[in-house]
């Protein structure tokens, strides 16, 4: 007797795919609902440039110039920062020099900065703006890091002053 052996039934695997998609919103509702955003440091508020003005297509093709809106009174405090071109530590800081209404001063680095301002945040309360001009080719962090000093030191109207070295090369 030939038995014809039949042939097994396949097996279908199915996939419970509804508790799946309940599952996935839920965990997606749980951190919708507690995600609390920290304070970014170093946030910049920034502009776009206004209706009319031509921007360039290429970042290369923006001819190196100023704002046309310029400050409407010098700074009574301007920390000028200058940066190395040693080939070793280009962008860097290379020497902080606080301008004010009694002359110039050099400061080592930011941290001492921050004590140089306090002090003479405490002298002439009546100042309260102060403006940075750092040299084209310093690095953003160097500028973030004065940024930070000024701040820490109790100024709370911190700008930018145009670059001292924009015209030279």
């Known amino acids: 007797m030939a038995r014809q052996r039949s042939a097994d039934p396949e097996i279908e695997i199915q996939l419970p795919i509804t ?7 839920q965990l997606l509702v749980f951190f919708i609902l507690t995600f609390r955003p920290a304070n970014l ?9 206004a209706a009319g003005v031509p921007v360039p297509r290429q970042p290369f093709d923006a001819p190196p110039r100023l704002s046309a809106v310029q400050p409407s009174s010098p700074a009574q405090v301007t920390v000028l920062i200058k940066t190395a071109r040693d080939g070793v530590h280009d962008g860097h800081i290379s ?3 606080v301008q004010t209404i009694e002359g110039e ?3 080592p680095d930011p941290a001492k900065l921050v004590k140089f301002l306090q002090n003479y945040r405490n002298n002439t309360p009546e100042v309260t703006e102060i403006r940075i001009a750092a040299e084209g ?12 000093a000024c701040l820490m030191a109790g100024y709370r109207n ?6 001292p070295d924009l015209g030279a090369n």
């Open 19 to 25: 508790p799946m998609l309940d599952m996935t919103f």
């Open 41 to 49: 440091e170093g946030g910049l508020e920034c502009s776009l440039p």
């Open 95 to 97: 020497a902080l020099l």
């Open 105 to 107: 001063t050099v400061v």
């Open 137 to 148: 080719r310093l690095k953003y962090a160097c500028v973030m890091d004065v940024m930070d």
């Open 158 to 163: 911190v700008g930018f002053a145009p670059p």
